[in-house]
């Protein structure tokens, strides 16, 4: 009963968490947003207008004011004479990344500690009981964007109109990346992603008790791990595969 139960509660909270687009542009919006996120359209792909008018049952105006939010929003890149792009990752983008990440996550989570009201306390709450049970599920796409749901939350909660922009944009390419390298089946990254989130109800508990400096702390902490699981991707170690024997070594096996 309990189990059941349980399983109910957190498809019902799914649905009060998930905005529920009532038009055809805004499903079209948000549809185009998760594709790019876990990485159904990659990194430097072109939208071809005709295909996505097509796919979502809208004519083109209404399609191009789509395309010029995810613009807006540097989901994509608009090119004169070519269309949107969806963002590349390049190497400049990604050192870039690693660089600025430390400093704007846990400026933020001091801001959120700070500043948070119990109702955001309480989305958060929500939202990393639907994370745990992603991971439960192995399911990588609503792992990443429920990953990045909880850090939008937290950024909402520093209310700081100077640092949002960057959040956001930080937050597009980190669950690029992790969708990159994110693999349920890996169980060398099991303890690594229980640890994450034990880190989400770390940053709970932080937040909610107003601690600003251990929740700055823990967020250093915190991209610390994600750091280190995306190394393991990049530089994995070498497969040791037998080679056999030399040819003609026992023919030439005690010759002087």
């Not at 846990?106 to 500043?115: E, G, P, V």
């Not at 949002?164 to 089946?185: E, K, V």
């Not at 034990?198 to 610390?224: K, M, R």
Request: with cysteine; proline share 5%.
């Amino acid at each position: 009963m309990y189990f059941y139960g349980m399983k109910g509660l957190i498809r019902s909270r799914r649905r009060l968490l998930t905005d529920q687009p009532k038009t055809k542009k805004a499903r079209c919006l948000q549809d185009l947003r998760n594709r790019i996120l876990t990485q159904d359209l990659q990194p430097g792909t072109y939208l071809d207008e005709s295909v996505l008018a097509e796919t979502y049952e809208i004519s083109r105006p209404p399609l191009r004011e789509v395309l010029n939010q995810l613009a807006g929003e540097e989901y994509v890149v608009l090119h004169k004479n070519r269309g949107a792009q969806v963002s590349p990752m390049t190497h400049k983008t990604l050192r870039n990344f690693f660089v600025a990440a430390p400093m704007i996550y846990s400026a933020i989570t001091r801001l959120a500690a700070m500043n948070a009201t119990p109702a955001q306390v309480m989305r958060l709450k929500d939202t990393q009981l639907l994370f745990r049970a992603a991971i439960r599920e192995g399911d990588a796409a609503e792992r990443a964007l429920l990953n990045l749901r909880f850090h939008t939350i937290i950024g909402d909660m520093a209310d700081n109109e100077y640092l949002a922009p960057s959040l956001r944009r930080l937050l597009i390419d980190h669950t690029r990346i992790g969708m990159t390298f994110y693999n349920p089946r890996n169980p060398a990254l099991s303890k690594q992603r229980e640890q994450a989130a034990d880190q989400h109800d770390d940053f709970i508990a932080l937040i909610e008790s107003g601690n600003a400096a251990a929740a700055a702390a823990l967020a250093i902490a915190h991209w610390e791990l994600s750091r280190a699981e995306i190394e393991s991707f990049v530089t994995p170690q070498g497969m040791e595969i037998p080679l056999g024997d030399v040819p003609n070594a026992l023919n030439t096996k005690g010759t002087s």
